[in-house]
């Protein structure tokens, strides 16, 4: 049975995403830093059949990202690591004239100090399965200038730089790093408080995900709206 490690997955995205593999019968290791919600979101997931463990905790911190893996060990390896959790270094977001650097060393630690983390643990659970996988979650402000995100959206580039050089490091494994394009979460929501245009929910950009998954194309950098279309 395929595992899948997934950070950030009590909300948004991640939530959607793990009760999409969930109804396809994938084990789960889950993370979140509210133990509450995480064990509430792994015991609904749990009734799809597949085994569910939560892992409580910051993925910041080296222990928990041990824990992480010992997760995925006790449930027989690991396919797929999908580094969702994401900081944004200023709620609401601001110029660069006005943000804190302790917010953008925040976003920094956890947008790809702590994915890389992840995946140096993770590497020997994912060599050993035939179909290793790392998804790594981007953005369009990685390679856009939007006013207002360029904390968030320097971190996020530097993650697909991991995520390029990781895929030409690891020619075994797939590492794709994906801009799931706009979504209706409460990361947007903090982050552009004032907008109330209506965004897409996370469920709807899952299917470009599963896209990936199941034809397996080569590592590189997706927009899931384009996987979407290109249907």
Not at 97 to 104: F, Q, R, T, Y
Not at 163 to 182: F, H, I, K, N
């Amino acid at each position: 049975m395929t595992t899948a490690m997934i950070t950030g997955a009590t909300k948004g995205f991640g939530r959607a995403f793990a009760e999409a593999l969930a109804r396809r019968g994938w084990n789960l290791v889950l993370d979140a830093r509210s133990p509450e919600r995480l064990e509430a979101t792994a015991e609904e997931l749990r009734g799809h059949g597949g085994r569910v463990v939560a892992v409580h905790g910051d993925v910041t911190d080296a222990a928990h990202r041990v824990a992480l893996v010992a997760a995925a060990e006790e449930l027989g390896g690991l396919d797929l690591l999908v580094n969702n959790a994401s900081a944004l270094g200023a709620e609401p977001l601001v110029r660069l004239a006005e943000l804190p650097l302790g917010g953008l060393r925040e976003a920094l630690e956890t947008n790809v100090v702590a994915a890389l983390g992840l995946v140096q643990g993770a590497l020997p659970l994912l060599r050993a399965s035939s179909a290793g996988s790392v998804i790594n979650l981007s953005s369009d402000a990685a390679v856009e200038a939007y006013g207002t995100w360029g904390g968030y959206g320097a971190s996020k580039a530097a993650l697909d730089q991991l995520s390029a050089v990781l895929a030409e490091e690891e020619p075994g494994l797939r590492v794709w790093a994906v801009d799931p394009g706009d979504m209706d979460t409460d990361l947007y929501r903090a982050a552009v408080p004032d907008d109330d245009d209506r965004r897409p929910e996370p469920g709807d950009v899952v299917p470009a995900f599963l896209r990936l998954l199941d034809e397996r194309p080569a590592g590189g950098r997706y927009s899931a709206p384009s996987l979407v279309d290109a249907r």
